[in-house]
Every structure is written in structure tokens, then in C-alpha cells.
């Protein structure tokens, strides 16, 4: 693959602020000069996740990841570095050149590719849907007659058809000269287990509905397809009301949630999103005003969903189907919100009723309505657990119990369970006391199995290293103060610091890079200098840091004595052993060695250091 080239690489670092990025992934708060959120990474529910914007790079404490704005979007999307250089350079326009080739759709990265044929796609769909013929007239009478949507609302969800036969949707992708890997691994073909020839490659979606799948960025990355009256009998899924696009390079289910990419543009820790069955509740929600609709991937939410939805707000309010299905649903889903730490409440919908009917019938006045009386987590649960008429049944209230415990156990604050507890007793009528003395009792019984099938704790290893070390400190004074760097680049010799730890590898490197390109900024260079995670995330993790040194110039001073020093001292123990190792007949190997050892004592009493002058100015570099 051609590489991008460094011009273009800092030119796009000057133009992609990343706060801009960051933010479409977290809902970021103003603390300071910088800005904090809830970690994109890992799960938690204190914020521990940092934007610097006046470096331009993150830290998270959590999960311990740090970087500029090509880091971020590696990790959170899985990117290599070239593939999150064109993620962004689409983005910000920034046009890009190629040290070898130009752009065209052959040199893009896999990623880039796979993007590019679902807008393909989507478009392809879109326009099938749309078309003056015989099948775009049948699907737009379906869609506004037989499901009661507008036309507006299917052009603004790009909503499409798979045509009932033929392959014009390979034909299109093969005469935009995609690479047969790109399109074998998009998902839109069945390719048999050993991808046989392209002309025998069968579509995956026919004569289905097409809803497009998008991304936090709103980039379509899958497709969900439902059952038409038109789906043919060839269709290898013809029984299934919907199928998606399997897991791909840019989509796994478990891991997206339909519509968020619009309705975290409408909630804050305030506001909560309304969690539906389906893709099409989702987009009745949105027809009828009602902005803050999701819905999973699939027929179960996931942790990560959840904890993806936890990002941009702490509420959620959930509108399932009024069936059993839709219940059993709803109680797998609540100590899965519980342990995200989200405030979930029910509306719940009377049997046999749905999201979707309700909204056509009463529009969003009918889920107002619904709010204005929701169900707590207990509430909910205690109903679906206990009905009415086994309430007089001690056995069965004793097994509700026990799984209203089970679900309580994952809430981290004792407050809230507490809480929990205390409606529990008055929705059950139990006294508050057995309820308080039951609950302890299973969680002491939890506790110790757990205890019995939990493998031993790893022993701590002995730490090798000092908090901090002279190249630790180096490490921040050259990162934060350009000037002082240029000087200790000269002046450091690499025999004297220690390279079997990270940091001094690293200060080396740094220097070395200094030395060679003198006036440069150094975090232009660090894409192409720091090699693994581990050397990223120590860097950047420094970069964040505000130095802690009143005066830098002096800290540097004590720095390069302390190497120099343990370096001579380190010289002089050598000395010793090899004048006590010589023989004393050779007279003038003795004295060169007694002299060298003179020198080194001499040398102590003047080690190297940074004089200020008129042009060091001890300014912030970043």
C-alpha cells in the first residue's frame, strides 16, 4: 500500500482538532482548560477519560491508553495507522498524496474500501427503491400504504430494496474496480467457504427491504433486510423476518445500536434515550418526533450496547413489546443497565400491543402518556416475577426474591441497593428487616462461591524500578521544553543513561531525533519514532501531564549530574577491578589506568550542564 506522505500527515494533524473527534464518541464536559468524559475504552462510571485540546491528545486513566488524534481512532475503531490518516482526511478534506501512486479507490486501505461499497450499496438500494418501474412503484406502495410511512422519512433514512434477481450490484462494485477482497468481505455476497469465482458469487439480500446500519459517524457499515411478500424462494433465509449483514471488518452487532448516531445528538445526562425492538420502531419514533430512540442489533441488547449508550446519557427509558417475548426481554436487559450504572425506567405497554402501533395510532402524545407513569426497575420486575395471582403463595414470593437479589447484586452502590430494597419490601410486603437479613444471606452464600471457584491471586512481583528516575524526568523536560531539549540533545552522551528500562530506551530515541532535526517539533515525529502500545501510551501519558518543575533549567542541570555521575562512578568501580586485576610488572598498564581513574575523580567535580542565554526561553513546547 502507498504511504501517505509526512506533508500531508501534518497537515492533517493541524487541521483535525480533536475534540471535533473525540467528542462524536463521548459526551465530553468542560473542566478547566480541557475536557472529560466517561472512558470510550472500557467501562466505568466515574469519568476518567481526558481531551487536552491545547496538545491536541487524550488520556484515559481508566484503561491507561493516551495519544493524539490517528491513536484515538486506532483503538476505538480498530484502524492501522494509514486507515485512520484516511478516516480523517475524509473527514476534515484534506486531500492526500502518496510517496508512491496516487489515491485512487486501488490504493485505499481495506477499511476504506469496505466504507466505499456500502455507500455503493446504500445508494444502489436507494435508488431501487425510488425508480420509476414496476418494482420501485410495488415497494413505495408497501412502504406508505401497508406500513404508513412517509416517503420523506424513506429518503432521509435512505431506505432501499435488494432487487428479487439478478447480480447489477456486483456488476457495480466490480466496474468501480474494488478489489475482490473488499467485496468478498463486505458481506453483501455469499462467496462459499473458499471464495470461488466472482461470477459465481450470489447476492445475500434479495428482494428484501434495505435499512441501512450506520456507524457513531453515520457512515452506513451493514444493512438490516426484512422479509417482503416479493423475497424469493431461493433466498437460503426466505423463513427469517429480518437478516442482517454478518460480522464484517466494520460491523459486529453486539457492538452498535440503530439510530444512536442521531439520537446522541438529542439527549445529556438529563434526557433519556428510548430503547425499542427494532430498526423500524426506531424510525417510527424518529417520523413522529420523538428523537432519542435506539434499538439493538439483533433480538438481545449487549453490555457493550449499553454501556456504548451510558457514554452520552445515564438514562434509559425502555419501550418494549407488551408480549412475553417483550418482557423476557426487558428482564434480561435490567441488571445489564443496572451494573452500566444507568437509571432505567419501563413504560410499559399494554399485551399484544407494540412501539410501532402505538405510535401510529396515538403518536408521540401516546408515549408521553406512558411516561408520565413509568415503572421502576423493582416495580417491573416484582410484576413480571410475582404475578397478582401467585402473591398469596409464599414459595413463589420467596423465588421472586431471590431473583430480585440476584439482579440487585451487580449494582456497585450500596446506596442504590438500599434504595431497591426498600421498595422491595413495600411492593411485596414483606418486612423491611427479613428483607435487609435475606439479602445479606445471599450475598454471604454468593460470596463464598465464588470464593471456592476463584483461582489464586498472582503474586506481586517486586518492583525493579523507581517511581520516578533522572530519564523519567528527562523525558518530561524534553517533551515540554523544546529549547532545554535541543540543549540536553547535545550535551547527553547515550553511554550514560540506562536502556534497559523503558524510559531511557525511549529518551535516546527522542534525542537522537532531536539532535538530527534540530528546530522541529518533536510530536510531529512521534507517529514514525514510538514503536508499540506500551511506548505510545507512556509518551502520550507524559504529554498530558503538566511538568512538575518550577525551574526546568535547574531540574535538567540535576538530571544530567545524576547520569553522569552514576555513569563515572560506574567507570570507576571497572577501574578498581581491572588495577587489582593487572599485573604489577606491567608497569605502564598501571598507570594508565591510575591516571584514567585520576581523571574520572577530576571530572566529578565539573560535570556537564545547561547554561542559560539570552535564547532560551523556557516556554511550553506543546
Known sequence: MPIVKRSCIDALKERANIYDVVSTYVNLRKTGANWRGLSPFSEEKTPSFYVLPDKNIFKCFSSGYAGDVFRFLQIKEGLNFQEAIEMLAERFNVPLEYEQGGSSAKTFSLRKELLTIHECACTFF?????????????????????????????????????????????????????????????????????????????????????????????????????????????????????????????????????????????????????????????????????????????????????????????????????????????????????????????????????????????????????????????????????????????????????????????????????????????????????????????????????LNTAKPAPTPEKLTEKLTTAEYEFLLIILHYEDIAQGLASLLSPEWVDTSTLHGKLLIRLLAEIEEHPGQKLQNSLDELLETDEERNCIYTLLSKEPPFEEPLKCANHCLRTLYTKHINHRKTQLEKEINRTDFGNKDALKALQLERVSLRQSLQNPPQLEPNQELSLHHAY
Open 126 to 450: 436507494h435508488q431501487a427503491f425510488m425508480a420509476e418501474d414496476k418494482q420501485g412503484e410495488w415497494i413505495r406502495n408497501y412502504w406508505e400504504n401497508e406500513r404508513k410511512f412517509s416517503l420523506e422519512t424513506a429518503k432521509d433514512f435512505q431506505i432501499g430494496i435488494a432487487p428479487r434477481k439478478g447480480n447489477q450490484l456486483l456488476e457495480l462494485l466490480r466496474k468501480k474496480e474494488f478489489s475482490p477482497e473488499a467485496i468478498a468481505q463486505s458481506g453483501l455476497f455469499y462467496t462459499g467457504k473458499e471464495p470461488s469465482p466472482m461470477n459465481r458469487w450470489k447476492p445475500r439480500f434479495e428482494g428484501r427491504l434495505m435499512i441501512p446500519i450506520r456507524d457513531i459517524q453515520g457512515r452506513v457499515i451493514a444493512f438490516t433486510a426484512r422479509q417482503l411478500s416479493v423475497t424469493p424462494d431461493t433466498d437460503p433465509a426466505k423463513e427469517a423476518k429480518y437478516i442482517n449483514t454478518p460480522e464484517t471488518p466494520l460491523f459486529q452487532k453486539s457492538n452498535v445500536l440503530f439510530g444512536l448516531e442521531r439520537a446522541r445528538q438529542k439527549v445529556d445526562e438529563n434526557t433519556p434515550f428510548i430503547l425499542v425492538e427494532g430498526q423500524l420502531d426506531v424510525i417510527r419514533c424518529w417520523e413522529k418526533g420523538i428523537f432519542t430512540a435506539i434499538a439493538p442489533q439483533g433480538t438481545a441488547i449487549t453490555d457493550s450496547q449499553l454501556a456504548l449508550a451510558r457514554r452520552y446519557s445515564a438514562k434509559l427509558d425502555c419501550l418494549l413489546d407488551g408480549d412475553s417475548a417483550g418482557q423476557k426481554a426487558a428482564l434480561r436487559l435490567l441488571p445489564m443497565a443496572l451494573k452500566a450504572g444507568l437509571e432505567i425506567r419501563f413504560l410499559p405497554l399494554p399485551a399484544g400491543e407494540d412501539p410501532d402501533l402505538l405510535l401510529l395510532s396515538q403518536g408521540a402524545d401516546g408515549l408521553l402518556a406512558l411516561a408520565k407513569s413509568p415503572e421502576t426497575p423493582m416495580q417491573f420486575a416484582l410484576k413480571a416475577l410475582l404475578p397478582k395471582e401467585k402473591r398469596n403463595s409464599l414459595a413463589a414470593k420467596a423465588t421472586a426474591l431471590e431473583q430480585l437479589y440476584t439482579i440487585l447484586q451487580v449494582c456497585s452502590s450500596a446506596v442504590v441497593q438500599e434504595s431497591y430494597l426498600e421498595e422491595i419490601s413495600l411492593l411485596a410486603q414483606v418486612d423491611r428487616q427479613a428483607i435487609q437479613q435475606d439479602f445479606g444471606q445471599f450475598q454471604r452464600k454468593n460470596r463464598k462461591r465464588e
